[in-house]
Each structure stands twice: as structure tokens, then as C-alpha cells.
């Protein structure tokens, strides 16, 4: 009892709380030797691996009648954890004469979900060559079962080995390999199946795959459509190769292939792809974008056009020559909450060295508006893809809704990686058209009990991974319509992102408008709506207008925010404002009206003040 110098110093790194081993060899009556040995271990540790305890005992037995040993071993471990893998018991059994044995095995344990092995076969050995041939294994792991179809069979004689054997995973629902995902799990069938060959040094193994239909229950994509798809790889001398496709009915098929140069050994162990070798990849798509119009993404819009794909890349990971297309034709997008409609969209890429770069780019806006987009993108994954783009922007109608129409002329460029993107634009208002007599507002935000407006209006964008600055130029091109109000609007806005941090700066003077107050239309003078890049937007309003008649200039003002201005009523000649009400509304004094007259003073001041 206690520790083993020689079990450490054969094992370094290796600790055990306590080591046991014992033997006992006796002859028997028979004439028959025996001799049991045990060997019992607690809590070890080695390396990041822990074993709570192991137990292997060993019965020899020799008969002076006849020549060789007879061997009965049984191993036993319990609480066995690496990395993500823990096994809660596993046994393995030996029994028969040296060199020819019959051995089986079992485990149960978790790998994030629990598993149980069972397998079963006959190890041989004779001097240096050997063998292990398991004719019945299956494995569970949650509801995928896998078995061996065909034996494996292992043999190794000095340097020359050799492997063979099939299994297959019978079908299961791939939600097992999704448990971490609490929404957009797919569901659905999937079965596959493997064969080894070659040797222990240089195994080869291929391997397929099917799949489908599989579908998604919830989440925002729950509305694409099944998804059917198959692949074969295989790994043999020296070559990774990998083919699949996937089909979603009419709307969309994938066909890839690829290779790459892999090292694989399992005796010894070693597993090395070469990514700088001669790396080869073809993929070929077709996707009608009209598969998406049923997910929330597009609850409130509307795609439509194919893309066609076909790319190729050899050579290097990193570096290597990469060739191809990607054509959009007959695109289309329809914004419903906008009013925003794209047609005749097409677009050509082509891989241009070490890029892809728009050949050409363009759309309508379904009518005399055009777009044009251009840029590259470099094929560089470790600088995150960086792209430079540009959109060209001329007399396109983006806005048309019942209570708003806007046509907008300018270019945006676009720059970026995957990891950080700028987008700067200055675009110029051709024309818009606002009738507040049809205003659709959005649903009011709904606060927590103890919210305040004070807190919602503070509320920032915390994404930093876009780099945001518009510029929008108004030459009195706006166009601000309702039953009180009838005018045109110049001014400069800029939208502005960075930090995470939104804004909206800039101001809009009135050029010439009417302001209906008190049953009269005043002229509006000029004034001032400024926004100070708060986001939600705050505007501050300074706002003059002015009626005259024979007998009285009136002048009324709005001063403040948006969100509660103040109103003043002057006049020249000074009046008090009871009297200046009087005397617009029915062109006489306060003392001079009739009491139906004086009602409806009551009635305009009334509503007045709510403006």
C-alpha cells in the first residue's frame, strides 16, 4: 500500500491520493498455477484529466497438462472527467487463453448530453503481431444510435498495420446538435455512415451524410421553406476532400467541393491540416430571394429576383487565387411601411485577383429614378474583408406614403471590414411632399412603471460597428401641408453615428407658408426649427408669423421645443390679447361683440392655447 516509484516515474505529471496493489500465486489440487493480481487507485490526476478510481484485476491461470495461460481481466473506473467529457462507470473484460481473447466493454457519461458504448470482439497477439476485431459496438448518444455495420478489424505486425470496418448513425433529429439554441433550433431528419481503410499510419476513411427535410418551428426564420442536402468526404493519401449540396425546393440549390491537404495518423496519434497547401474550393448556388418574403425579417416587405453564384478559390487559405461571378437579375424590394419600391435591379461581381469587384450595379425606383452602385471587396478574411463602395443616387422617389413622398439625389460611399463599418453620404432633397392631414405615427413606446420621458429621450444605440454620417441638403424643397399649415421649407440636416452614439443636427427655415390660427391664414416670416443632435430627435422651434388688416398688424410666435413650445400674441398697436383675438375673428373690440360672438372668442382662445 501506498505510492508506486515506478508508476510515477513512468507517468510524470501523474498524482494519485492513494495506490494498492496486491498478489497472490498458489498452485492448485488440479496441478493447475494461479496467480491474481489487483490493482485499486483513487483520485488521480493527469494532465486535465481526473479519475475518482480505477480497479483492474488480473486471474492467471497455467495447467502443467497443457501448454499456455489462461488470462480472466477486469477493469473498472469510475468518475472518469476530460475537458467536456465525463464518464460515470466503464468496464472492460478479457477472458481467454494468451494470445487469443475475448474481450467486451461498456461506458455510460455525459458529453453534453449522456452517452452509453457497448462494443464487444476478440483481441489476438502472437510475438509481434496482433490484432483487435470488434464485431458487435453501438453507441447512444441522447436519440442518435450508432452501430458497426461491417467489423472493425485492426492488425499490426512490426510496421505494417491495417484497419477496416463500417458504421453507420441511424437517423436522428438534428435538434440534438442544436441544444444550445433556444430559438431558430432546426428540426428534422438526419442518418450517415463511415468506413475506414489503409492503415494505422495513413487511415482512410470516407464518410456520407443525408439530411432533411429540415425545418424551423420557431424564430424569425420559421417561415423559410424545408431543406433537403447530402455530402460525402473521405480522407486518403493525404487529401481531405469534401463534396455536398442542399436544395430548398424550388427556390434555392447549393453544390459545393472542396480539398485540402491533411495529415492523419492514428498510431501514433496526429491530425495536421495544411492550410497553406494547395487549398481548392468550387461552389455553385442559385437562391430566388423571394424565399425570405414569409420571415419577420420581411413581415413588412417584400423581395424579389436570383442570384446565381459560382466561385472558385486554389491555392493557399490565406493568398491563394480565387475566381468566379455573383449576377442578380430582375431584383426587386418593396418597402410597404416607406413606400419604398426598387425594381429592374442587377448586379454583376467578379473576382478579380485577390477581390471581387461590382462590374455593374443598378436599379430603378420604378420609375424615371435611377441607382448605380460600384466598389470592390477584398477577399483578405484576416483584415475582416475589407470593401469600399459607392452608391450613386439620381432623382429616386425612396419615400412615397399616403402622408409623405421624397425624391433624392447624391452619393453614399460605404467602407468597412466586418468588424467595423463607415458610411458617409451627402444627399440633396429633389422634392417632398409632407401632408400631415394623413400622418401615420408610429405605436407609442410603451415604458416601464418607473420610466420617465426624461430617461426614454437619453436612450443611445450601444452598437459601435457602424460609423454613420449623412448629409441632406434641402434647397426649399420641402413641402409641409395640413389644414392650418401650407408652406416650403430649405435648410441642412446630418445624421451621425459614432461611438455608438446617434444624433441628428442641423436646422429648416421656412421660405414661404400660411399658418391658419384664429379663422385667418398669417404669413410665416422667417424663423427657425434647429436640431441640436440629440437622438430621439428635440427640434427647437423659432417660429414667427404676422396677419394685417386696415386697423391692426397681429404677430404670433412659437418659442421652445417641439414637444411643448409657447405661443405670443402681439400687435401693433399694442393690445391685450383678448382684444387682439376680438378684433382678428370678427373685426371689432372686446366690448362690442355679441354673447354668440364672445362664445366663440372663448372657444378659439381655448384652442389657441393647445397649439
Not at 516515474?9 to 491474481?36: H, I, K, Y
Not at 436519440?143 to 492488425?155: F, I, K, N
Not at 481503410?197 to 495513413?202: D, K, N, R
Not at 449540396?245 to 434555392?252: K, L, P
Request: hydrophobic share 40%; with cysteine.
Amino acid at each position: 500500500k501506498g505510492t508506486s516509484g515506478l508508476f510515477f516515474f513512468a507517468c510524470p505529471g501523474l498524482t494519485a491520493e492513494t495506490v494498492t496493489a496486491s498478489a497472490n500465486c498458489a498452485p492448485q489440487p488440479d496441478g493447475q498455477e494461479m496467480a491474481r493480481i489487483r490493482l485499486d487507485a483513487a483520485h488521480v490526476q493527469f494532465g486535465g484529466m481526473s479519475l475518482g478510481a480505477a480497479t483492474v484485476e488480473t486471474l492467471v491461470q497455467r495447467s502443467l497438462k497443457e501448454p499456455g495461460l489462461r488470462i480472466e481481466a477486469d477493469s473498472r473506473l469510475e468518475n472518469f472527467s476530460a475537458g467536456t467529457v465525463s464518464v460515470t462507470g466503464a468496464q472492460v473484460r478479457a477472458a481467454g487463453p494468451w494470445g487469443d481473447m475475448d474481450v467486451s466493454g461498456k461506458a455510460a457519461g455525459a458529453c453534453l448530453h449522456a452517452f452509453a458504448l457497448e462494443a464487444g470482439g476478440r483481441l489476438q497477439w502472437d510475438g509481434d503481431r496482433w490484432g483487435l476485431e470488434l464485431g458487435q459496438a453501438t453507441a447512444r448518444w441522447a436519440d442518435m444510435r450508432a452501430r458497426l455495420t461491417e467489423p472493425l478489424s485492426v492488425r499490426m505486425q512490426g510496421d505494417q498495420s491495417s484497419i477496416r470496418g463500417e458504421a453507420e448513425v441511424e437517423p436522428f433529429d438534428v435538434a440534438t446538435l442544436f441544444t444550445g439554441l433556444q430559438k431558430e433550433r432546426p428540426e428534422g431528419r438526419m442518418s450517415a455512415k463511415v468506413r475506414w481503410g489503409g492503415t494505422l499510419a495513413s487511415p482512410e476513411i470516407r464518410g456520407e451524410a443525408t439530411w432533411g427535410p429540415l425545418v424551423l418551428r420557431s424564430g424569425a426564420w420559421a417561415a423559410l421553406p424545408p431543406v433537403e442536402g447530402s455530402c460525402q468526404t473521405s480522407v486518403s493519401g493525404g487529401v481531405w476532400r469534401l463534396s455536398a449540396s442542399v436544395q430548398a425546393g424550388s427556390n434555392g440549390n447549393i453544390h459545393a467541393a472542396a480539398q485540402m491537404p491533411l495529415f492523419l495518423s492514428l498510431v501514433p496519434w496526429g491530425l495536421n491540416p495544411d492550410t497553406d497547401g494547395d487549398c481548392r474550393l468550387n461552389l455553385q448556388a442559385g437562391l430566388n430571394l423571394a424565399l425570405f418574403n414569409d420571415t419577420e425579417f420581411f413581415a413588412s416587405s417584400r423581395l424579389g429576383g436570383q442570384v446565381d453564384l459560382s466561385v472558385a478559390h486554389q491555392g493557399p487559405l490565406r493568398g491563394g487565387t480565387v475566381t468566379g461571378t455573383c449576377v442578380l437579375v430582375d431584383g426587386e424590394y418593396e418597402n410597404y411601411v416607406l413606400g419604398m419600391v426598387i425594381r429592374e435591379a442587377r448586379m454583376r461581381l467578379v473576382s478579380n485577383g485577390d477581390s471581387l469587384v461590382i462590374e455593374s450595379g443598378s436599379a430603378t425606383d420604378g420609375g424615371k429614378g435611377r441607382l448605380s452602385l460600384q466598389g470592390r471587396v477584398h477577399l483578405d478574411p484576416a483584415a475582416g474583408l475589407p470593401c469600399e463602395l459607392n452608391l450613386d443616387i439620381r432623382k429616386a422617389s425612396l419615400l412615397r406614403r399616403p402622408d409623405a413622398e421624397a425624391t433624392v439625389s447624391g452619393s453614399v460611399a460605404m467602407d468597412g471590414t466586418l468588424s467595423r463599418f463607415a458610411v458617409n453620404g451627402d444627399l440633396k432633397l429633389d422634392n417632398a411632399v409632407v401632408d400631415l392631414r394623413n400622418l401615420r405615427l408610429p405605436a407609442p413606446a410603451v415604458l416601464e412603471p418607473d420610466a420617465s420621458v426624461e430617461t426614454a429621450v437619453e436612450v443611445q444605440p450601444t452598437d459601435d460597428f457602424l460609423e454613420l454620417r449623412l448629409a441632406l441638403s434641402i434647397p426649399g424643397t420641402l413641402y409641409v401641408r395640413s389644414r392650418e399649415l401650407d408652406s416650403a421649407w430649405a435648410g441642412n440636416l446630418v445624421l451621425e453615428q459614432e461611438s455608438g452614439r446617434m444624433g441628428l443636427s442641423g436646422y429648416l427655415e421656412p421660405r414661404r407658408g400660411t399658418l391658419l390660427l384664429l379663422k385667418r391664414r398669417f404669413k410665416l416670416e422667417e424663423g427657425r426649427i434647429d436640431f441640436d443632435h440629440r437622438w430621439p430627435p428635440e427640434p427647437q422651434l423659432r417660429l414667427p408669423a404676422a396677419f394685417s388688416r386696415a386697423d391692426l398688424s397681429a404677430r404670433v410666435q412659437l418659442i421652445g421645443s417641439v414637444g411643448n413650445p409657447e405661443l405670443t400674441l402681439t400687435s401693433e398697436p399694442p393690445l391685450p390679447k383678448d382684444e387682439i383675438m376680438a378684433r382678428i375673428l370678427f373685426g371689432e373690440d372686446v366690448s362690442s361683440l355679441t354673447p354668440l360672438q364672445a362664445l366663440s372668442l372663448a372657444s378659439e382662445a381655448s384652442s389657441l392655447g393647445k397649439v
